[in-house]
């Protein structure tokens, strides 16, 4: 059974880092990109970034680049989301997710893990 696990959020106050982590069991996907995504109350969800299935390409939503930065292990299966200079508009869900193989969507998800950044 595949299954994606988020951990590393919290609260923390503006201007500080949190480091996510995700970790997939099931089955190895060191050979798919995987992503980032959140969803804060009231709105949907929205794309973070992405890492390719080498961790040679990554890809930001402008309103994170320059302050997060996705990694990835293909050793240990995992893949991480530093933030750092979080603002109050950082706070929402955010899940982990893997990329279908030769398609745009993504076929596996984490619960989530929630990130509160207060002012």
């Known amino acids: 059974q595949v299954q994606l696990v988020e951990s590393g959020g919290g609260l923390v106050q503006a201007g500080g880092s949190l480091r996510l982590s995700c970790a997939a069991s099931?089955?190895?996907?060191?050979?798919?990109?995987m992503g980032w995504f959140r969803q804060a109350p009231g709105n949907e969800r929205e794309f973070v970034a992405i890492?390719?299935?080498?961790?040679?390409?990554?890809t930001y939503a402008d309103s994170v680049k320059g302050r997060f930065t996705i990694s990835r292990n293909n050793a240990e299966n995992t893949v991480t989301l530093q933030m750092n200079s979080l603002k109050p508009a950082d706070t929402a869900v955010y899940y982990c997710?893997?990329?279908?193989?030769?398609?745009?969507?993504?076929?596996?998800w984490g619960q989530g893990t929630q990130v509160t950044v207060s002012s």
């Open positions: 997710a893997t990329r279908r193989p030769g398609g745009a969507d993504y076929d596996y």
């Open positions: 099931g089955r190895t996907f060191s050979h798919v990109a």
């Open positions: 890492i390719s299935w080498n961790g040679g390409t990554t």
